[in-house]
């Protein structure tokens, strides 16, 4: 079955909004230096489900079902995000402590020792006052409630 055009823009932002703050995400870590804490990942792998989700509705039936799962994944990380961000800005606690990341190989201990700290507390980077996780929690949330919007949306006959 064939979807309607909102739908359709509904399934590319469905894929599109995950695979392109993925992509910035990982290009912020691996280009810039900004390597993610405990919560940046909690983001993280909502994406990662919601572009699971939004390719699976390429193939396999019910698309549209896939579709809002796709969406509904997408919010829950923006809503990560704005817990995020509110622990960055000092509104309320964080459920986490800092996380560093150690890589495979070599002395264990001068891994450790010289693995970088990532404070989920402190935003290591910001455009206009507002954090990596801020900028998650607008694009993640308003595209998130686009998708649901477009596939509620009655096409005319």
């Known amino acids: ?9 509904a399934q590319t932002l469905a894929i599109a909004i995950p695979a392109a703050l993925l992509g910035g995400a990982y290009i912020s870590q691996y280009v810039f230096g900004l390597f993610p804490c405990e919560m940046c990942w909690w983001q993280r792998y909502s994406h990662f489900v919601a572009l699971a989700l939004g390719l699976l509705s390429m193939v ?8 809002a799962l ?6 829950a990380s923006g809503m ?19 996380a560093t ?6 002395d264990a201990m001068d891994a450790i020792m010289n693995a970088p700290l990532v404070r989920c507390d ?4 910001d455009l206009f ?7 998650n929690f607008l694009i993640s949330t308003l595209g998130g409630l686009a998708i649901l919007a477009l596939l509620a949306r009655k096409e005319p006959a």
């Open 1 to 9: 079955m064939s979807l309607n055009p909102s739908a359709r823009k």
């Open 60 to 67: 396999a039936q019910p698309r549209r079902l896939w579709i």
């Open 70 to 75: 796709a969406g509904l994944a997408v919010i």
């Open 80 to 98: 990560i995000g704005g817990f995020h961000a509110g622990v960055e800005y000092d509104w309320w606690e964080g459920l986490t402590r800092c």
């Open 101 to 106: 990341t150690v890589e495979a190989g070599g």
């Open 122 to 125: 402190a935003a290591p980077w």
């Open 129 to 135: 006052g507002i954090s990596l996780a801020g900028w």
